[in-house]
């Protein structure tokens, strides 16, 4: 069994994680900001991190540049996100960060994640070590490419559906926090166009559980009249 903390502001992201890697065996700590997750680590040393990278207080790259700097970033450390571009995504990986998980998180995509970060354990690279600067050019590519490759596939499709709802409206000129609820509104706005309404289908494309999904859906206010299937 191994500790693993959870860093997100997001309090339905924090009980999904937790209820899943409970699941798993593993004891699960939440912190929903930074400096929480600071005086977690101050405390101990978890055996894994998943951190988010957008948070209201100091987000998450911030937060592994100090751990780096103070030499606490001795444990894996995925980062999280589901609107991160990929230069983002990259510097979290040259600063020590294992992984990058897109949200919303597959469970296959979680699991396998978390299985290999302890597999790395206590050996995680810290920043301006040798094993860094060996891990991190694979690393940064990865990641690129997982960020990239969902952010090329949805402009495709938007091509070719112009029809369906795009986040491409969305102001910059609004409240980070408005920002990110209607691009999420408009993600899963999409999907649910594209499904031709089914919950099930959508599910499955989004990685989400079907309680989770419907939870989540209600939070952002989108309109699920217009379903035409399970």
């Known amino acids: 069994m191994a500790t693993i903390l959870v860093v997100d ?22 912190a929903e900001n930074a400096q929480q997750a600071r005086d977690y680590r101050l405390r101990q040393a978890p055996d894994l991190v998943l951190l988010d990278i957008w948070m209201p207080d100091t987000d998450g790259v911030t937060l592994l540049k100090e751990w780096g700097a103070q030499g606490q970033l001795t444990m894996p450390v995925i980062m999280m996100s589901g609107h991160a571009t990929i230069d983002t995504a990259v510097e979290a990986t040259k600063i020590g960060a294992l992984n990058f998980l897109e949200k919303p998180i597959a469970l296959q995509k979680l699991l396998k994640a978390v299985e290999q970060g302890l597999a790395r354990g206590s050996a995680a690279p810290t920043v301006g070590s040798a094993a860094a600067k060996a891990v991190a050019p694979t690393n940064v ?54 499904e031709n309404g089914s919950m099930t289908r959508v599910a499955e494309k989004t990685g989400l559980e079907r309680t989770h999904l419907y939870r989540k859906l209600k939070q952002l206010g989108v309109d699920l009249s217009k379903n035409k299937g399970e």
């Open 9 to 30: 502001d997001e309090m339905g992201i924090r009980e999904l994680l937790s209820e899943i890697l409970s699941d798993e065996g593993h004891a699960v700590e939440v």
């Open 141 to 194: 590519t990865t990641v690129a490419a997982a960020v990239a490759l969902p952010m090329l596939a949805a402009d495709a499709v938007a091509t070719s559906h112009p029809a369906l709802p795009q986040a491409a409206s969305i102001s910059f000129d609004i409240p980070l926090r408005d920002a990110r609820d209607a691009f999420e509104r408009a993600y899963f706005e999409y999907h649910l166009a594209r």
